[in-house]
């Protein structure tokens, strides 16, 4: 733990069919991240969930 908190590095990111970017939630590790990603795709049907380190965005060009 740091003195701002608890590191979150991991990021569960909501993609829309525009191609336009949300970040739903920081997780403390990956496992839990995906865990919440599946649930919600499970639920949403239609919606893409993917799970990024954060800091390490991919490019989409």
């Known amino acids: 733990m740091t ?10 990111i909501r993609q829309d ?13 990956r496992s839990e ?8 795709d499970a639920n949403a049907p239609g919606q893409v969930y993917t799970v990024e380190r954060a800091g390490r965005r991919t490019s989409s060009a």
């Open 3 to 12: 003195d701002s908190g608890p590191l979150l590095p991991w990021l569960v």
């Open 17 to 29: 069919d525009n191609g336009n970017r949300y970040r739903v939630g920081r997780y403390a590790t």
């Open 33 to 40: 991240a995906e865990r919440v990603a599946d649930r919600l």
